[in-house]
T-cell receptor, first 109, second 114 residues
Framework: GEDVEQSLFLSVREGDSSVINCTYT??????LYWYKQEPGAGLQLLTY?????DMKQDQRLTVLLNKKDKHLSLRIADTQTGDSAIYFC?????????FGQGTELSVKP | DSGVTQTPKHLITATGQRVTLRCSPR?????VYWYQQSLDQGLQFLIQ???????AKGNILERFSAQQFPDLHSELNLSSLELGDSALYFC?????????????FGPGTRLTVL
């Protein structure tokens, strides 16, 4: 069945780049998403990529998609302490979203 | 602010009770999705409604039910509550309810079952 995997933790220093990785199983997924969840808050849509794209850039965020390896990554440039949160990748499948477990990003000053 | 509202924000109740969670989608959106976020199961899709009709069902327990009303708001009913039902319940909305339509999430309802 469909499955989305992420590493659970990532720690970086302020000003460095963060790279959060995700693998998914359903090769027919047309859209892949990144959501951010801050403590006690809901899910905020960060960005998404269509499956016929390799890369999408949006200000400090860069999404890379390797469809052959079913690998998705989110790069955050110049990471700030305000970026500390849990980041979820999700694939759209038959209308619903299948989420990974979330990667907790910790940004140290 | 996504434009999706959920009430209440927090709910504390006892085992065996029944609760109703409410969601109002973004203006103009026809489709509502419900998700459950728990420590052991992560974020799981429960059910989708489109313009009042059930469209897709996920891992939703038989003790749970939902509906979408003519004004497009939705309610998730949880009955015979168990300790394991304690979780964050999110709703999301989209315009057309199609795969690939971006889902915008509400702030969630935190349910605690004691």
């Amino acid at each position: 069945g469909e499955d989305v995997e992420q590493s659970l933790f990532l720690s970086v220093r302020e000003g460095d780049s963060s790279v959060i990785n995700c693998t998914y199983t359903d090769s027919s997924s047309t859209y892949l998403y990144w959501y951010k969840q801050e403590p006690g808050a809901g899910l905020q849509l960060l960005t998404y990529i269509f499956s016929n794209m390799d890369m999408k850039q949006d200000q400090r965020l860069t999404v890379l998609l390797n469809k052959k390896d079913k690998h998705l990554s989110l790069r955050i440039a110049d990471t700030q302490t305000g970026d500390s949160a849990i980041y979820f990748c999700a694939e759209a499948w038959t209308g619903k979203l299948i989420f990974g477990q979330g990667t907790e990003l910790s940004v140290k000053p | 602010d996504s434009g999706v509202t959920q009430t209440p924000k927090h709910l504390i109740t006892a085992t065996g009770q029944r609760v109703t969670l409410r969601c109002s989608p973004r203006s103009g959106d026809l489709s509502v999705y419900w998700y459950q976020q728990s420590l052991d199961q992560g974020l799981q899709f429960l059910i989708q409604y489109y313009n009042g009709e059930e469209r897709a069902k996920g891992n939703i327990l038989e003790r749970f039910s939902a509906q979408q009303f003519p004004d497009l708001h939705s309610e998730l009913n949880l009955s015979s509550l168990e300790l394991g039902d304690s979780a964050l319940y999110f709703c999301a909305s989209t315009g057309g309810g199609l795969t690939g339509d971006t889902q915008y999430f509400g702030p969630g309802t935190r349910l605690t079952v004691l």
